[in-house]
């Protein structure tokens, strides 16, 4: 285990400077894959359970407990069903006021959702390159060297060239797991926007079942008036 790490410590201070930013990079992407996998797994987690057992509260007229059992499960598809059910438990709703407000939850969650995906696309975009330019600089130190003995010796040449080769190596060792994560998170985020959606159908089907019982009363927009200028017309100017 120790020579291992001691190769590893080895290694990177063969690679140059460039291998601090290229470890930061990977330290930053590891910390929010970590934080990201949590949050889809939590928000994804019960949100089957929780569209059932609120649609049959809510169908059997216990509002109270569907607002509390959506309250007491974390997601994007609870929160849409928390937000309808407020609005439903007033008795009265206004023509597309619970479209709007579902609309409005979902938009919220929806970006809470995608929160980290552009450091880990920038990491995965930054990090080859990254270790491209070390790249460039290693191969810049293996000309320099060349032109300063002012021959071509293996020995003189072979620290740029594995400058290079490492820098590049870390790189792409970076950016393939970092552009997997994020194809991932992207795939798990597309699953609960389907969920959300249902969760949107599902309340908005509450709504009508429960005006269709009399238990919800859905008032149309009143027209906004034309307001009429009252102030006199210019006077014409003179020919």
Same mark, same amino acid.
């Given at each position: 285990m120790?020579g %291992?790490?001691? *190769?590893?410590?080895t290694l990177? /201070?063969d =690679? @140059?400077?460039?291998m601090?930013?290229?470890v930061?990079? #990977?330290l930053i992407?590891l910390?929010?894959?970590l934080?990201?996998?949590?949050?889809?797994?939590?928000?994804?987690?019960g949100t089957? %359970?929780?569209? *059932?057992?609120?649609?049959?509260? /809510?169908m =059997? @007229?216990?509002i109270?407990d569907?607002?509390?059992?959506? #309250?007491?499960t974390?997601?994007?598809?609870?929160?849409?069903l928390?937000?309808?059910l407020?609005?439903?438990?007033s008795?009265?709703?206004?023509d597309?006021?619970?479209e709007?407000?579902?609309s409005t939850? @979902?938009?919220i969650e929806?970006?809470?959702?995608e929160?980290?995906?552009?450091?880990?696309?920038?990491?995965?975009n930054?990090a080859?390159?990254?270790?491209f330019?070390?790249?460039?600089?290693?191969?810049?130190?293996?000309?320099g060297?060349i032109?300063?003995?002012?021959?071509v010796?293996?020995t003189?040449v072979?620290?740029g060239?594995?400058?290079?080769l490492?820098?590049t190596?870390?790189?792409?060792?970076?950016a393939?797991?970092?552009?997997?994560?994020y194809?991932?998170?992207v795939?798990?985020?597309?699953?609960?926007?389907?969920?959300?959606?249902?969760?949107?159908?599902?309340?908005?089907?509450?709504?009508?079942?429960?005006?269709?019982k009399g238990?919800?009363?859905i008032?149309?927009?009143?027209?906004t008036?034309?307001?009429?200028?009252?102030?006199p017309?210019?006077?014409?100017?003179?020919?």
């Amino acid at each position: 285990m120790s020579g %291992t790490q001691y *190769q590893l410590l080895t290694l990177f /201070a063969d =690679g @140059g400077w460039m291998m601090y930013p290229l470890v930061l990079c #990977s330290l930053i992407a590891l910390g929010v894959i970590l934080a990201k996998g949590w949050t889809l797994w939590v928000a994804h987690r019960g949100t089957h %359970t929780v569209l *059932q057992e609120v649609e049959e509260a /809510a169908m =059997g @007229g216990r509002i109270d407990d569907a607002v509390a059992i959506a #309250s007491s499960t974390p997601g994007p598809a609870a929160a849409i069903l928390m937000a309808g059910l407020r609005r439903i438990r007033s008795g009265t709703l206004v023509d597309g006021e619970l479209e709007k407000a579902v609309s409005t939850t @979902g938009t919220i969650e929806l970006g809470f959702l995608e929160r980290g995906l552009v450091i880990l696309a920038t990491i995965a975009n930054v990090a080859p390159l990254m270790g491209f330019l070390g790249t460039v600089a290693g191969m810049i130190l293996a000309f320099g060297a060349i032109e300063a003995a002012g021959n071509v010796d293996p020995t003189l040449v072979a620290g740029g060239i594995k400058v290079a080769l490492l820098t590049t190596a870390a790189g792409l060792v970076i950016a393939v797991p970092v552009n997997i994560s994020y194809n991932f998170f992207v795939t798990r985020i597309d699953s609960l926007i389907l969920d959300m959606e249902q969760g949107s159908q599902k309340i908005i089907n509450v709504a009508w079942d429960l005006e269709k019982k009399g238990s919800l009363e859905i008032k149309k927009k009143e027209p906004t008036p034309r307001v009429v200028s009252t102030m006199p017309p210019a006077p014409t100017p003179p020919a």
